[in-house]
């Protein structure tokens, strides 16, 4: 393989799920099934290529919206994926995977909040791959999360409304401390955000594709990758 820029982050809007499942006459739950599967395969292989970060858009705060039979069966995958993962906590370890669930935690399950805490607690020392796990996760409320954080340190005194900058903002939402993502990848067929990342996306690199998500693959991700390498970012300048 040619010599190529691995991007610092990735994003990824698993979508699709629904339509492959329906594609195969089977119910959704299947298609979500199907996608679970996809999200581990690719996260090992990000890992494997050197990426740093990577964000996976599981669950958004407009898919409560859903039928409660589907919202169910996506929240008994979340559970199952948490099990796993404490189950192969010495495996994670190894592997060096620090996984972090951003979004709302409000409004999830309980003992679904509890293994997110559990989870991230086993990983914290880990630090080759940062994995951000997406759920009950909107950018609208993310910015309006942070700026809650900011008013209320004003109205402490901490820090004056006219000293606010981007950076305070930056700090305060869900992936503070990591880079923006490089590049966003959506399959599926949609051109939109879906409210993904709308804060850390403003000069990211955009990679659609007609593919469903449990269809994906490395080589998918990989010719994202390639065709990342092939743009030229400006940043506003020349
Ligand atoms: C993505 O697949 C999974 C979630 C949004 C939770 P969809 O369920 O949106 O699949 P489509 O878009 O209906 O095909
Ligand atoms: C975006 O997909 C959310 C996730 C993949 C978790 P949706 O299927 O919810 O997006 P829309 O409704 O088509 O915009
Ligand atoms: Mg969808």
New binding site residues.
């Given amino acids: 393989m040619e010599k190529r820029n691995v991007p610092a982050h990735i994003g990824i ?3 699709g799920n629904g339509r492959w499942a329906k594609q195969r006459n089977l119910p959704r739950s299947e298609g979500h099934k199907a996608g679970a599967q996809v999200f581990r395969r690719i996260c090992d292989y990000a890992d494997e290529i050197g990426i740093k970060n990577i964000t996976f ?4 705060t ?2 409560w919206r859903r039928p409660p039979e589907e919202v169910s069966a996506l929240m008994d995958l979340f559970r199952d994926y948490l099990k796993e993962a404490q189950e192969r906590q010495d495996e994670n370890e190894e592997k060096g995977m620090h996984i972090s669930f951003i979004g709302h935690r409000e409004g999830m399950p309980e003992d679904i909040i509890e293994l997110f805490d559990t989870t991230e607690k086993e990983s914290r020392s880990a630090n080759r791959i940062n994995v951000n796990i997406a759920v009950n996760y909107g950018g609208r409320l993310e910015i309006t999360d942070a700026c809650r954080i900011i008013a209320q340190k004003v109205k402490n005194g901490e820090i004056n409304p006219e000293d606010i900058t981007e950076d305070d903002i930056s700090a305060n939402i869900y992936t503070a401390g990591q880079p923006d993502p490089d590049l966003i990848i959506r399959p599926s067929g ?1 051109y ?1 955000l ?1 409210n ?1 990342m709308i804060w850390q996306s403003a000069y990211s690199e955009f990679w659609f594709s007609d593919i469903l998500w449990p269809d994906f693959t490395e080589k998918d991700l990989d010719r994202a990758i390639d065709d990342y390498n092939k743009r030229t970012r400006r940043f506003g300048g020349v």
Avoid: K, L
Wanted: charged fraction near 30%; avoid cysteine; aromatic fraction near 24%.
């Fill in positions: 809007i698993m979508d858009y599981a669950f958004s407009e898919n949609e939109r879906s993904f």
